[in-house]
């Protein structure tokens, strides 16, 4: 393996010790998403986590929807997350899986419970079990229902799936310990009445087990022998292992805890995404400012670089915030490597190269990417007439411009060196065309006098040219941290987060380039085909990330 000399992460450190002990004998693992949104790149660190520890203990991965609360969830989300979840390179072989499906199980455990003395049906309302739950520092109240026979018990649970009682009238709760210091173990709800239609189970439910009830039984059914899952729910541990206990599963899972991703300027949270997603302010789901899978791979991440990321930050015990330049930083990397490059020019101005000859047209071959050679070739013309972008010329050059300015020559990108010799403006003073004069003897980067020439710019032959509209992305948030403590996430959006460049003109290799394929634009970043709106007869570039590399490590 390329990282044996890496030191091993804590949650490897549990596994190994597991094995030696002989607790599991295999490392089996799951990912079990809550189809209510799309998946964003927190998820994407616990699907490579969980992924990545099957393969390198050589066990098993399995895909499971822990679809136990039928009002958020939709079959869109179900689609959605298998394609993220498979783009990512996560196979979960023929090993998919619907909490849902195990209904039935979970309502015999309910019963086992019952019968055990292990659970019982309350009639307090929800406010008064919360009532009853006391505090962090007082014991709670036993519910005066606590002690129905196990008959009593099983007729109301019954009853409960039988629909005879309305939404919240009963629940059935576990018998554990009202004066526990753990609040979650003061009698936990473990299912509920929602007269409610589930995606895939229909009306065949009116009960549902809570997650708390629901989660350790779908691992257990499964096998699972480490169960990852963030931090919030190490107080829940307790009932996990209180359930798979008293429901007596030969092999229990152990509940592991890691700490959430959270990236600055973005939010992460699935509430929060689609808050933004349903007031309009992106552009759906796959908006390529937010951070779902969906959106960066709409705005040109590749999943190798996700993969770099997420093994690169690590897991950890304590909550922390990574730098999102840290992430771009993973991308620039691989494009950096591995996109071919292009020629673009997003504020074009034409150069008219006076003494070309008109009608002339010239082929040069340039290479696609000089740090792999085996990329091959491309062919760009070249003409009397060529798009530059419009702050390459200044007609009075500040201090140290070293591009074209009337008197100064540069290099055209892989062609030849011009000397810049004026401009034409319009009634408002404004430059609307740059001329030059080129040097024949300098074809294709020769210089045979030695000649000093400091900028080189890129072009486009504006006779053979595709026109293009290019999108570009800044941070969706104004601050770091928008979604922390009782700030309103939405008063820090930044109102320059998109601009949309139409009129680009690039050359025309790339009317036929199609998503996901990724350019590195030759001096201006790194951008990929937008996926859902570029065609040939109008091309749309997203800018994933920018040349130059602004995180400090
Ligand atoms: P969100 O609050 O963003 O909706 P969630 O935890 O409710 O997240 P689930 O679909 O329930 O989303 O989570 C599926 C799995 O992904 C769980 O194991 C969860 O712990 C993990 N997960 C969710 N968010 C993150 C994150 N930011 N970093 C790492 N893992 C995460
Ligand atoms: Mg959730």
């Known amino acids: 393996m390329e990282n044996e000399t890496v030191s091993k992460n804590f949650i490897e450190n549990i596994i190994d010790k597991d094995l030696a002990e002989g607790v599991y004998d295999t490392v089996h693992t799951r990912f079990p998403p809550e189809p209510n949104g799309y998946l964003h790149i927190g998820h994407a660190k616990s699907i490579l986590l969980n992924y990545g520890l099957a393969q ?59 019968q055990k003395g292990k659970a019982y049906v309350c009639d307090l309302t929800a406010d008064q079990i919360r009532e009853y739950r006391g505090t962090l520092t007082e014991p709670g109240k036993e519910s005066p229902y606590r002690n129905r026979s196990v008959e009593e018990n099983l007729q109301l649970f019954e009853e409960m799936k039988d629909g005879k009682y309305a939404d919240g009238e009963k629940v059935l709760r576990a018998k554990i310990d009202m ?23 229909g009306d065949t439910w009116c009960i549902y087990p809570m997650y708390d009830f629901a989660h350790p039984i779908e691992d257990a059914i499964e096998g699972i022998s480490h169960s990852i899952c963030t931090l919030e729910f190490e107080d829940h541990r307790p009932l996990y292992d209180w359930v798979v206990r008293e429901l007596e ?58 993969r770099s990321f997420t093994e690169q930050i690590g897991v950890s015990k304590v909550n922390s915030i990574v730098e999102y330049g840290f992430l771009e930083h993973c991308l620039r990397d691989d494009l950096n490597e591995n996109a071919k490059r292009a020629m673009c020019v997003l504020h074009p101005i034409k150069l008219v190269i006076t003494n070309y000859p008109e009608g002339k047209v010239e082929e040069f071959e340039v290479e696609n990417n000089p740090n792999r050679p085996e990329d091959g ?45 004026g401009c034409k403006k319009d009634e408002d003073g404004n430059v609307v065309e740059v001329y030059a004069e080129y040097d024949p003897e ?45 700030r309103n996430f939405l008063d820090y959006l930044n109102p320059k987060s998109l601009e949309v460049l139409t009129g680009c003109k690039a050359e025309k290799n790339l009317e036929t380039a199609v998503a996901p394929q990724s350019f590195q634009f030759m001096r201006i970043g790194y951008f990929c085909v937008d996926n859902k709106d570029s065609s040939p007869e109008h091309l749309v570039f997203n800018r994933s990330v920018s040349l130059k590399d602004g995180f400090k490590k």
């Not at 592991?256 to 349903?278: M, P, Q, S």
């Not at 390529?288 to 996700?306: D, E, F, M, N, W």
């Not at 500040?398 to 062609?415: A, W």
Request: charged share 30%.
């Open 56 to 114: 390198e203990y050589n066990g098993k991965f399995n895909m499971r929807f822990d679809d136990t609360n039928p009002t958020k969830e939709k079959s869109e989300f179900v689609e959605s997350i298998k394609a993220d979840i498979k783009w990512l390179g996560a196979d979960w072989e023929d090993r998919l899986f619907f909490a849902s499906d195990y209904f039935d199980q979970m309502y015999e455990a309910a019963v086992k419970l019952i």
């Open 179 to 201: 004066a526990s210091p753990n609040m979650n173990m003061r009698d936990p709800v473990i299912y509920r009445v929602a007269h409610v239609s589930h995606h895939r189970t």
């Open 249 to 306: 599963y030969p092999m229990p899972p152990r509940q592991i805890e890691f700490a959430k991703l959270y990236l600055t300027n973005v939010v992460t949270g699935k509430r929060y995404i689609k808050k933004l997603v349903d007031q309009g302010i992106v552009d759906g789901w796959d908006d390529p400012r937010l951070v779902t899978i969906a959106a960066l791979r709409r705005r040109g991440y590749t999943p190798k670089s996700i």
């Open 377 to 421: 070739t491309r062919t760009v013309t070249f003409s009397r007439e060529c798009f530059i972008e419009a702050d390459d010329f200044m007609e009075e050059p500040i201090k140290k411009y070293q591009r074209l300015y009337p008197g100064n020559e540069v290099r055209l990108k892989s062609t030849y060196i011009v000397k810049c010799t």
């Open 442 to 486: 300098t074809r294709g980067g020769n210089t045979p006098d030695g000649r000093k020439v400091r900028g080189t710019i890129h072009w486009v032959d504006a006779n053979n040219c595709a026109d293009a509209e290019v999108r570009l992305y800044d941070n969706l948030f104004t601050v770091p941290d928008p979604d922390t403590g009782d």
